[in-house]
């Protein structure tokens, strides 16, 4: 997805957000922030978002987001037990409508057999009870797995939560 196409999905996005009177954060590992990033690239966008959790470590996770060690431990950052505990703890510490969490490995090292270089996990939780998670496999180098990834959680808070509204 080009920026310009991240830029018109995350205009989609902000219309939506707006019209509900709902706001989103997210709580990004492997994406560092480009998820927030690409969302106040619209101006007005402090309308519907306020903030950003960047838990690139495991101590951030559990600090900022209340990601708890133990499931840490079980299951390892990139898991879907973990991105489920980042989007319900973002989603409370924001006091937002939706939230969006992603947790992966972006290359070129970290990878393992179990969990290969563009893994990605995937979780969002709504503050109606709604929640889904994902796990998807991009491949192409750091800067490539971290736009599909961006990509990826953009189009899914659009499509399972905000097409619709």
Known sequence: ????????????????????GATVTTAESCT????????????????????????YSNEAKEQMIGVRGATLEAHGAVS????????????RAARATYAISVSG?????GG???????????????????GITSCEHFTGDRDAVR?????????TLWQQFLQNT
């Not at 736009?147 to 189009?155: D, E, K, P, S, V």
């Open 32 to 55: 560092g922030g480009w998820i927030a990033k690409v969302i106040t690239d619209i101006a007005g966008s402090s309308a519907w978002f306020e903030r950003s959790f960047v838990t």
């Open 1 to 20: 997805m080009t920026d310009q196409e991240l830029m018109q999905l995350s205009e989609r996005i902000g219309l939506a957000l707006k019209a509900q």
């Open 147 to 155: 736009r599909q990834a961006t990509a990826y959680a953009l189009n």
């Open 112 to 130: 393992s057999e179990a969990k290969p270089v563009g893994t990605v996990w995937f979780g969002f939780a709504s503050a109606n009870g709604q």
């Open 80 to 91: 879907e037990p973990v991105v489920v505990e980042m989007a319900i703890g973002a989603l």
């Open 105 to 109: 490995i972006a290359g070129p090292d």
